[in-house]
């Protein structure tokens, strides 16, 4: 932190912003700026990307020992950078003020560097951070650790392979039943068959019987 003199005007919370970066997404970080002193303290945002960033606000005033939150937005990127690595800075400018300062309608040359004033400067790095899909893999290690979940599965698995057995159990008693009834429709056919033969037979006979039993008669001239 560069200084024109005296002690810290402000102390700033996080000392760098970072981002949980994801694509088509924008991320935000919070800063939270305090006024160390017992003056009015003006302070500005300034940003070496400014098309890539939103800073609310960007501009304001601090009472003595108090406090502002100031959210930094990062854009939706369409393309990670090379390496996650970002090289943008943030530039943090307070000054002090009149306590009839308005934070709408500072002068313009409020944060110019000028003899005698005191300006001081802090520099924030931005951290972009790769955002992973922990969420599943948090809850597959939970499953794995958790004896009752194991317990659970295990029983699942139990019960999946005693059904596959009874139903293949079935089938084969189904299978038996159904070469069963196809053998006894076969004999039941060959016994129809040879009763008829026999029926066919006697019938035969009989009729032999009582053709030869009955008179001749003769054929007259």
Request: with cysteine; proline share 7%; charged share 25%.
């Amino acid at each position: 932190m560069a200084s024109g003199g005296g002690n810290k005007l402000v102390s700033v919370e996080p000392e760098e912003l970072r981002f949980q970066f994801e694509l088509e997404k924008p991320s935000l970080c919070d800063l939270k700026i305090s006024n160390t002193t017992d003056k009015n303290v003006a302070f500005k945002v300034k940003t070496t990307s400014p098309k890539k960033y939103f800073v609310r606000p960007n501009t304001g005033v601090i009472q003595p020992r108090g406090s502002c939150i100031i959210r930094v937005t990062l854009q939706a990127q369409l393309e990670y950078p090379p390496d996650m690595q970002c090289r943008d800075k943030f530039l943090l400018q307070s000054t002090p003020v009149p306590p009839d300062a308005d934070s709408e309608a500072l002068p313009q040359n409020t944060f110019s560097k000028e003899p005698g004033k005191q300006l001081e400067e802090c520099k924030l790095k931005v951290v972009y951070i790769a955002r992973t899909p922990q969420g599943n893999s948090d809850d597959n290690l939970k499953q794995n650790s958790d004896p009752s979940s194991n317990q659970a599965v295990q029983t699942a698995k139990a019960a999946r392979d005693s059904a596959v057995k009874e139903t293949t159990q079935l089938q084969q008693e189904l299978d038996t039943l159904k070469k069963r009834n196809q053998n006894k429709s076969s004999g039941f056919s060959i016994k129809l068959a040879i009763a008829a033969g026999l029926i066919g037979i006697i019938v035969g006979l009989i009729l032999k019987l009582v053709l030869a039993s009955s008179p001749t008669e003769a054929v007259a001239e």
